[in-house]
């Protein structure tokens, strides 16, 4: 690309000084067609007159032109151009061709339409007319540019350049000969080619295209699209609190019978009495963890690294939490899931016509308020269950019956996707107790050999209690909609 620059300007502006011929011209159009038409032919060609009659020899190694007659700043300019022109290789003279050709055109019928506009007498004293002159050379070298840029527009789409000068070598085999060897005046055809890639579309334009990596367009400020994937929608909504106890205990009052009860009772009478005992339970924290193993590198180079593997692990460490204490067994390293000790309607007494969900939501809500169990209730649904209890109609009117079916008293009805389709969770947010114990953390650390290898280790963990008193067993209802229906249908 260097060589190409320096050639065009140098040849431009050297062409000046080479003979007399060109320097007699004031017309600075004339200087840059006849040096881009000296430029387009014998750099694709192989030959051609420079400026003051210099012969030029191609070999394919070299190209070496006949300096005889030359000197002082001419010969230097001469001997400069040679040593630069051997540089360039094939594809800059075929890039440069059409590139030359069509503006050589362009110069030289701007040139021409200007000489109409002068005085016709002054130009001949000036250029002179016979054919060795300034003016018929030029006018010849305009002609035959206008053809070979007609040519190019009207040539063969199937012939690529290096198979159109392969062509042009083939047909002019014994006029090259010659010139090789020496002999001047050979007849020579002129090369006509034709413009590539017209018209340009990208398809043919931005070839060799770079394929970006993801931290070259993180960093470029594009966004980073998280997976859509199951949230933990049962832990995020619960209600929780925080506690520095590893093991946390609590005491359930108990009532057994026979524990007595109060009395009406006459004068002098003894009075009834009653006992009741205490019962401790306790909690002991569960640890959950997460790691993943990163190479220093990355988080040095890739702005925001260590808020994505934040990010990561913060989800997959609640997303074993929310199964754990929706479906997990008790153990010593893992809480007891909702799930496991969640009561199945079995309240009689209630009775509707055609029973929907919003039905069996209200009686699993009267479930539980007879069981005494007060405050906000919450009810996990799974997205269609929800959708179809808020499309049923009327089977007549085709009337939605359940327009307000979110609206339950003292209830709040919440969609989540980790609820099977066809069951209904639930429960009295009192009665869940989770207690943080530690709270989630990140630390990036070294393991093993990791530090030779420079990788490094993150770890995120939770501890955490999760559970319930006895005393308020019936504050967790899971069922299947079919079965609650079933029991509230009327005969």
Not at 123 to 143: A, M, N, W
Not at 305 to 334: C, D, H, P, W
Request: charged letters at 25%; glycine letters at 6%.
């Amino acid at each position: 690309m260097e060589n190409r620059k320096w050639y065009k300007n140098y040849l431009i502006n050297g062409c000046r000084q080479v003979g007399d011929r060109v320097r007699m011209i004031e017309m600075p159009t004339l200087y840059t067609g006849a040096a881009l038409f000296a430029v387009g032919v014998f750099m694709l060609l192989g030959f051609s007159d420079l400026a003051a009659g210099a012969a030029i020899a191609v070999s394919p190694f070299a190209i070496k032109i006949n300096k005889e007659g030359l000197e002082g700043d001419n010969l230097k300019f001469v001997e400069l151009l040679e040593k630069r022109i051997s540089g360039i290789n094939d594809a800059d003279i075929k890039t440069l061709l059409a590139e030359d050709m069509k503006l050589a055109v362009r110069e030289a019928t701007k040139m021409l339409d200007n000489l109409k506009e002068v005085d016709v007498a002054k130009l001949k004293e000036l250029l002179g007319e016979d054919e060795k002159g300034v003016r018929s050379i030029l006018l010849k070298q305009g002609e035959a540019m206008a053809k070979m840029q007609t040519n190019i527009e009207k040539a063969e789409e199937h012939l690529s350049v290096r198979e159109m000068v392969k062509d042009w070598q083939t047909r002019n085999k014994e006029s090259i000969a010659k010139i090789l060897s020496g002999e001047r005046n050979v007849n020579l055809t002129p090369f006509e080619t034709r413009a590539l890639n017209s018209p340009m579309t990208p398809a043919n334009t931005l070839t060799n295209p770079i394929t970006l990596d993801a931290a070259a367009v993180i960093r470029q400020g594009a966004p980073v699209m998280d997976v859509r994937r199951i949230q933990p929608t049962f832990w995020d909504y619960i209600t929780k609190g925080s506690t520095n106890l590893e093991t946390y205990p609590w005491v359930n009052k108990k009532i057994s019978p026979p524990s007595g009860a109060a009395a009406f009772i006459g004068p002098g009478i003894a009075k009834p009495g009653i006992s009741f005992e205490f019962e401790v339970q306790k909690s002991n924290a569960k640890k959950v963890a997460v790691s993943t193993k990163v190479a220093q590198e990355l988080l040095d180079d890739l702005d925001g690294m260590t808020s994505y593997i934040t990010g990561e692990l913060e989800y997959q460490l609640k997303r074993a939490v929310n199964i754990a204490i929706m479906t997990g067994t008790l153990s010593a390293t893992s809480p007891a899931g909702v799930r496991t000790y969640s009561q199945q309607f079995t309240t009689s007494g209630l009775g509707v016509n055609n029973p929907n969900n919003w039905d069996s939501a209200r009686a699993v809500l009267a479930q539980i308020r007879l069981a005494f169990i007060d405050g906000p209730v919450v009810m996990f649904m799974n997205p269609i269950d929800m959708a179809n209890m808020e499309m049923d109609k009327a089977t007549t009117s085709g009337a939605y019956t359940s327009i307000n079916a979110k609206s339950l008293p003292g209830a709040t009805i919440v969609e989540d996707n980790n609820i099977p389709v066809g069951f209904i969770q639930a429960i009295a947010l009192d009665a869940l107790k989770t207690l943080i114990y530690k709270g989630f953390a990140v630390k990036f650390g070294w393991e093993n050999d990791d530090f030779t290898k420079n990788l490094l280790t993150a770890i995120g963990e939770m501890r955490f209690h999760s559970f319930y008193s006895s005393n308020d067993a019936a504050a967790f209802v899971y069922d299947d909609f079919a079965d609650i229906k079933s029991q509230i249908a009327n005969p």
